[in-house]
């Protein structure tokens, strides 16, 4: 399948390097395709440079927002969630319209440090917002409760039992995601579809406290899992 | 030990009864004495009428929110989040001071039906609201991110093995805590130390996931368990 994947940072490199591994294909969008590609320094979050990526990934292409999602017949937003709208208004409705988008945003507001807070949370979410401003996308939140390491390989924690919440308003476009979530090695059982897309609230509020665990356990390798 | 409980619902009777099974005395702090014991009706929640519930558990006194809070050596707050500073003011200063008050509340709001949305949320807690509002209160956040039978007896689901997350500035209060929770049947390495009050942001807000993961499953009898 031709994946567009929009973004550059940890959770969009290690989306397209898995489905690269699954023998998709990906454009990876971003604002500014020659900054991006001569970025020389890493991150504060540890990931290597740009530059030093794509070297390891040169399947993977570098294009614009528009032309990723163009590109795409299956769309992942891994832009950060404050910067979301606008990259997608980027990419267009046109190259947007009837397709899948697997939103893995958080609004992550770091402005007074950590642990952040959230943008826009409780009464409204960024997936609610991305399937406001284009109700012909069938966005499907999944993967932002979690750290990206984990998303693309469950079996690093608990032998990759533990819970996965999606939500989405299209019920063919959930199943979609979850075929695909399947083949990075999520057990059907661990996914917990919460409903419509208004239950982003619940997933992207949960970062409120993953963020305080993280912040404890000095990890991001871990999980939660629903027992009953 | 003496201990205060403010709040008449199923959290607090699910609290009272456990402490009184464990040897304990407890007086239940209520805004109208009169009225509360007046009660005959059950409420929306499934709970057995006040009438009723305090004829099965004669030993628990019925107080005002001061004379409950003035009885306490330890006090528990079960009031509903919104109502909660405002029991605690009538409860008065003079009666809380110095305290340790397990703060199992939560700030849901109702009004526009289920799933409900928090009164407060993302940048401040009504944890840190009762600890700003009575500094020399030992505020310990906990009990909050579960359902009441749960919350006495995590052994109903998972032999009892699943996370509880608490916070408070003050280590011995916590401490005590702790030794209470383990009285309830929590194991030591299941409870999860967030560090000060102003976590509460972190598992107040998962109630935003808590009520969604509830909707589905029409049961409060589940509990996520951290795993690594």
Chains 1, 2 share one sequence.
């Not at 899948?100 to 609610?128: A, H, M, Q």
């Amino acid at each position: 399948m031709n994946i567009g994947i929009l973004g550059t940072g940890g959770v969009a490199r290690a989306i397209a390097a898995k489905l690269i591994s699954l023998g998709h294909t990906v454009t990876i969008g971003t604002r500014n395709v020659e900054e991006t590609k001569s970025r020389s320094k890493g991150d504060a979050m540890g990931n290597v440079s740009f530059q030093e990526w794509i070297g390891k990934n040169a399947s993977v292409k570098v294009a614009t927002y528009a032309d990723a999602a163009a590109y795409g017949e299956l769309l992942v937003n891994a832009t950060s969630g404050m910067g979301s709208l606008s990259a997608l208004t980027s990419a267009g409705e046109k190259n947007l319209h009837g397709k899948v988008l697997i939103d893995i945003s958080n609004p992550l507001d770091f402005s007074k440090g950590f642990p952040p807070s959230l943008s826009v949370s409780n009464t409204d979410s960024i997936g609610e917002q991305i399937q406001r401003a284009f109700p012909n996308v069938k966005v499907v939140k999944a993967l932002n409760t979690l750290s990206n390491p984990l998303m693309v390989n469950p079996s690093l924690v608990n032998s990759g039992d533990h819970t996965l919440p999606i939500c989405g308003n299209d019920a063919e476009a959930k199943k979609k995601v979850v075929m695909l979530l399947a083949s990075f090695g999520w057990k059907q059982e661990n996914i917990f579809d919460l409903g419509d897309i208004t239950n982003a609230r619940g997933t992207e509020a949960f970062l409120l406290l993953w963020v305080r665990m993280y912040g404890v356990l000095q990890t991001p390798m871990f999980q939660f899992k629903i027992v009953k």
